[in-house]
């Protein structure tokens, strides 16, 4: 008895919890098919009409901002994931001389915090003529993630089992073949978490491409969005819709690479 | 060829192979993250536009930034965020060792993925739509306050100097961070099982078995989680950026923000003034790191 | 005739780059019959026909309003006209500083647009950067569309005089932007659209026309449980701050100093070195009368408004949720189209009397004295002659009278150049004979116009948090240190007054030296006079300013 209310205690617990998590995006749906009035004197009412056309409104205007965002988030995430993939290897299981104190390189900057950064950061994108176009995202934000998932990957290459790896050697595989058909298979789990990971913060940064992606027309959806919320006053049904519509494109990578994300984790032991 | 100098070559190629291997992250590390910081802190004894004034002007920035009265306001305002975010790491920390303890796998996945649902909705969303639920003459909260003939209990909550930091803070509930949560439940899951039987046949209350095993064995990932929320605690502003621009008055002005502000957007923009209190930041952010890491000591 | 248009823009564009073309001795004379052709399509050869121009150009006016439309109806004219020109007009709102934000990134990487629009102020501060052209030159010839006059300058509202106040602003003392609308004529002063039906309501039967009626009017709507003004911790702020300061004790800075230097051109020196110099001082009577002002007025704002920008605000004005709400003539449209449940009108800003405080000059700042803002072109533009070519010859466009009478009516906004009628709904936008401060003789609030946080500064004081000597002290602390900067920077040999008078010196020796228009001369004369007249004024206080 006591046994299934504890048991009980604690998926009601972590029900309760989840129904909150998605209270915004309840509030999101629910908003997005109504007008302004219907919103303002009627938050919680859902009986109608029914505005469906604020999505066609919406989608005309976010639809160029998805791309863009999946554009530098994408581009982010696969030479991030290469990059840290290669140094998690090279520093987990390589050999050569100051190995130990680039390794230190990087992972001190994990500890250096990055707001000293953004207008140095901002002049060097500048100086590189890099402004207004997706490798300002791109580039920096695969410089921050390096740190944080350089450390990860080769506690995870440090993990595994060294047999595995010598039993290669004898195969006589290059170092590169070995990284990318036996390290690569065996961390697969970790390299989707770590590139859906720089994916969403890409994705979700706000003041980078604020001060960096200039045009109109490269604008990520974090950026777009807050432009539109300013241009279109009032107008909360469309710019809810338009919430909604810039969520789906993660909502659909995660149902793709949910398994790996939830336990990308578990094969390592991430900590100081 | 003799064996030996075979050996030798190859031995040497195994040498360069490892830099290969290492090179591109050293590279993006030096020129994104190293540079600009090394950048900023040159520039910070400078007046600088980015573009035809650059005066040198020595301690001038930091004399001037540590006698401004909004700095410090914005340093105490910082102080509060970091407070709040520390203890706000708890419900994360709760909600992993709950989740771990469900041992049915499937539920434990499904509960997972909930856990993971705030990634996925951009922050900016959440904070506009916050913007929107607060405003106390059309707002959602104020309306349902109203609905319950509560009118008495309505506020002006971003209007409210008193009462903004505390709207702000609300706006992460419930304050579950996903990767954090993967991490400790990773942590959790690695150790060795016969520790829980141990506990189990100890009859340990559910409490006192998280104080006495689980929390003492996620030290190294508390810390890992800890380094990044003292981080963004003392350099964020994106949420103070989007929601209020640091109002009413500057009671939620942080330092971040300060720099923001002193760099973009205004008429006085001095670059180099924002790169000398990016340098204060990154000192105190640094400071608080190893202070940190030092009380608390990790198992090895 | 035509020839002599064409070689006269060639001459335009090369004045800037050193290239010299000699100039027709009877172009002015000639320019009339020119230009007269203007709307006729012949006048595309005033520009290179035989190439393709994509142009840039950035406004804070979007789609939806009236001023989106008039502007891309009016670049449609002329793309129509001149079917190798294709005009793109970039939108990006002004909320949160969005847009200088944006210019300020846009400049640094020159990836800014050929033309944008800018108040005077930020026109100044790029002007400052050079990011700006300075445009003396070009507006000293003939409009290819405005035979009105021999110079397009004279053929703007108020001519010449009405941009003294923008050229004061920049280092060089140069026009640097083009206006195209809301030109002289337009009160300094926006005013408060208002609900009618609350009006009504609350028995208010006669619009008030005194800071002290518009109070009454106030509390009678408050005595209703309806918020009387619907209110901003952002612009709103920032107009209230001024538009209180404006109408006070005028003259009190100018006449600090002597009377040579008190000229509209330097005005913002003039109020820069009473500050550093410690003349005007941290508890000036003044802007504490127009802090106190603000402080009764602020009791009929709506609850939590320092925490709203100006669009939230607006959104409450337009839910009939309170009754008056500041605005200019740009949103005009916007609510006539949005409005739903009430009526509008306009009223003007009020005239603050003698019975509110003892300083009042019971007078409005003069009358359409002076432009305000307009399009600054892209110092870049140098690089490609005939893209500046065409970018100039838009600009004559859009400045013609038949344009700017379509423009200013669909827009709802005063036009800036002569002989164009104006639509009734511009009324309450319009100077009237109380508008009398003479424009260098404006008490223009100094301490919150150098101040850094000046609005937030004020948020505290108007929601009880700082008392008046605080709030007066932190503004003073904030203006000293900016105003000190801008003394150094104003005295540096590099960056300064002394290299800006270098500059000026080896144009007017070019000009010399080229045979170059007499008025062209004469302009780089009064701005090199006036550059010397304010090295002199900044050298006489260099001390006393450290």
Known sequence: MMKNTAEFGKHLFLIVLGLLLLYPLILMLQMSVKNTEQIVYDFFGLSGPFHLENYARAWEEVSPMIWNSVVMAGGSAMISVFVSGLAGYGFGKLKFVGKEPLYWLIFAKMMLPGVLNLIPSFVLAWKLNLLNSYFAVILFAVGGAQPFWVFVMRTFVQGQPKELFESAKVDGAGEFRTFLFLAVPLLRPVLTLSALNVFINVWNDYIWPLVTIQSFDKRPITTGLAYLATTHVGEYGPLMAGYVIASVPLVILFSLGMRQFVQGLTGGAVKL | MSALAAVTSKKKAARFVGYAFVLPAVLFTAIFDYFPMLDGIWHSFYRWNGNNIEIFVGLGNFKEILSDSVFWTSVRNMLFFLVCNIVLMLPTLVASIVLFRIKHSRWQYAYRVLMCIPMFIPGIVIMLLWQFLYNPQYGFLNQLLASWGLENLQQLWLGDPAMVKWCLVFIGFPWIGSIALLIYLAGLQNLDSSIWDAAAIDGASPLQRALSIEIPLLKGQFKLNLISVLAGAVTGYNLQLVVTNGGPGFSTTVPGLYMYQHAFGSVNADYGYASAVGLLLFLIALLISLLSMKFIRSEE | ?546
């Open chain 3, 1 to 546: 005739m035509l020839a002599a248009s064409l070689s006269l823009t060639v001459m335009l564009a090369g004045c800037s780059s050193n290239k010299t073309e000699e100039k027709s001795p009877s172009a002015s004379s000639t320019q009339p019959t020119a230009s007269s052709a203007s709307a006729s399509p012949t006048a595309s050869g005033s520009i290179p026909s035989d190439k393709e121009f994509k142009i840039k150009l950035m406004s804070w006016h979007g789609g939806e309003e009236q001023y989106g439309p008039a502007y891309n109806n009016a670049f449609e004219a002329y793309m129509k006209l001149h079917p190798n020109v294709k005009i793109e007009h970039l939108y990006q709102p002004n909320a949160n500083n969005g847009y200088t934000k944006l210019l300020d990134t846009q400049f640094v990487s020159h990836e800014a647009p050929d033309a944008m629009m800018l108040p005077n102020q930020d026109a100044a501060k790029y002007a400052n950067q050079d990011y700006l052209l300075t445009l003396d030159g070009y507006l000293q010839l003939p409009s290819a569309y405005n035979s009105d006059q021999a110079t397009w300058l004279d053929t703007f509202k108020g001519g010449e005089n009405s941009f003294s106040s923008a050229k004061s602003g920049n280092k060089y003392g140069a026009i640097i932007m083009i206006p195209v609308d809301g030109g002289p004529g337009s009160s300094p002063l926006i005013p408060f659209y208002y609900n009618k039906d609350i009006f009504d309501k609350a028995g208010i039967t006669e619009v008030p026309e005194t800071w002290a009626e518009l109070l009454e009017a106030c509390q009678k709507i408050k005595d209703l449980g309806i918020d009387p003004v619907a209110a901003d911790g952002n612009r709103f702020l920032q107009w209230m701050d001024a538009f209180s300061g404006y109408q006070l004790e005028p003259g009190h800075v100018a006449n600090l100093f002597d009377e040579k230097y008190r000229i509209k051109e330097m005005k913002v020196d003039l109020r820069r070195v009473a500050i550093a110099t410690g003349m005007y001082k941290a508890d000036d009577p003044v802007e504490a009368a127009s802090l106190d002002l603000m402080k009764e007025f602020s009791q009929y704002w709506q609850q939590g408004w320092a925490a709203i920008n100006e669009d939230q605000a607006k959104q409450i004005f337009l839910l009939g949720k309170a009754a008056i709400y500041m605005d200019g003539n740009w949103d005009y449209s916007y609510f006539e189209k949005n409005i739903k449940g009430f009526t509008f009108d306009v009223m003007p800003f009020p005239v603050i009397t003698k019975e509110t405080t003892p300083f009042a000059s019971e007078m409005l700042p003069v009358a359409g004295d002076q432009q305000s803002g307009g399009w600054g072109l892209n110092k870049d533009l140098e690089k490609d002659e005939e893209k500046l070519k065409v970018v100039l010859d838009i600009f004559q466009f859009l400045t013609s009278k038949e344009n700017q009478q379509t423009m200013s009516d669909e827009g709802v906004f005063v036009p800036v150049v002569n002989n164009v009628d104006v639509t009734s709904k511009i009324q309450a936008f319009i100077a009237t004979d109380k508008n009398k401060i003479a424009s260098n003789q404006l008490n223009e609030v100094p301490l919150f116009n150098e101040s850094t946080d000046g609005k937030a500064i004020l948020q505290l004081w108007l929601t009880g948090q700082a008392d008046k000597a605080a709030t007066m002290n932190k503004l003073h602390e904030q203006a000293v240190n900016n105003v000190k900067k801008k003394i150094v920077e104003a005295l540096d040999n590099e960056v300064g007054v002394p290299s800006q008078i270098k500059t000026l010196e080896a144009q007017l020796e070019e000009l010399n030296s080229t045979n170059a228009p007499e008025n062209v001369k004469k302009a780089t004369e009064d701005s090199l006079a006036v550059a010397k007249l304010k090295l002199e004024f900044y050298q006489q206080f260099a001390d006393a300013a450290k």
